[in-house]
């Protein structure tokens, strides 16, 4: 069965510092693995996605993610961090093989602080 | 429309109501998906239409729970006699097909009192 570990349900950075949101998933087949944020009192967006092409995926507002096989993980990254990017980040991966980006296993997310 | 629309936004309820919440996906998109947020529980997973179908309804977590899709748009999500318990915010998404990018509304946040 399909399951994502979010590390850290809390990281605070300064601005202008490495934002590194960490994500471990385990998956009986080949992961779709997607990373989406929640602004206060929004709905989800999608920040980027891998679906088994290359394997540095890079999404909006300069974040990146690298799916590892060997290490079962696809952790978030931005060089750095804007204030703007303080909100809630969930990782997920889904639930069947090839397909369906809507039935989604998300992580507990973690919440993200940016300090001046 | 532009984006995935819910309403109500909030819904506040006494237990043992029955509530109807409702979901207008983007135009043409034909998958549409359902999910539960909440403190203790996170994401979770509640069910999925592929046009007027439901083909996954694996998360629905009681039988007080259903969900319908009428003419492949519109989703309403019907909780019967509510518990505490169901107080979460419930989100919809929306997707051209199963294949492609779920686009997630604002939520309703139900508060069972």
């Known amino acids: 069965a399909q399951s994502v570990t979010q590390l850290g349900s809390h990281v605070s950075v300064s601005e202008g510092a490495l934002v590194l949101l960490r994500c471990n998933y385990s998956?009986?087949?080949?992961?779709?693995l997607f990373w989406y944020v929640q602004y206060p009192n929004q709905g989800l967006q999608l920040l980027l996605k891998?679906?088994?092409?290359?394997?540095l995926v890079k999404g909006i507002n300069g974040f990146e993610a690298e799916f590892k096989k060997s290490e079962t993980s696809f952790h978030l990254t931005k060089p750095s961090a804007h204030m703007s990017d303080a909100a809630e980040y969930f990782c997920?991966?889904?639930?069947?093989?090839?397909?369906?980006?809507?039935?989604?296993?998300f992580g507990k997310g973690t919440k993200l602080s940016v300090k001046p | 429309g532009a984006g995935v629309s819910q309403s109500p936004s909030n819904k506040v309820t006494e237990k043992g109501k029955d509530v109807e919440l409702r979901c207008d996906p983007i135009s043409g998109h034909t998958a549409l998906y359902w999910y539960r947020q909440s403190l203790g529980q996170g994401l979770e997973f509640l069910i999925y239409f592929q046009g007027n179908s439901a083909p996954d309804k694996s998360g629905l977590p009681s039988d007080r729970f259903s969900a319908e899709r009428t003419g492949g748009s519109v989703s309403t999500l019907t909780i019967q006699r509510t518990q505490q318990e169901d107080s979460a915010v419930y989100l919809c998404?929306?997707?051209?097909?199963?294949?492609?990018?779920?686009?997630f509304g604002q939520g309703t946040r139900l508060t069972v009192v």
């Open positions: 891998y679906t088994s092409a290359a394997t």
């Open positions: 997920a991966v889904s639930m069947n093989y090839g397909g369906s980006q809507g039935n989604l296993i």
């Open positions: 998956s009986s087949v080949p992961p779709y």
């Open positions: 998404a929306s997707s051209l097909d199963a294949n492609t990018e779920a686009f």
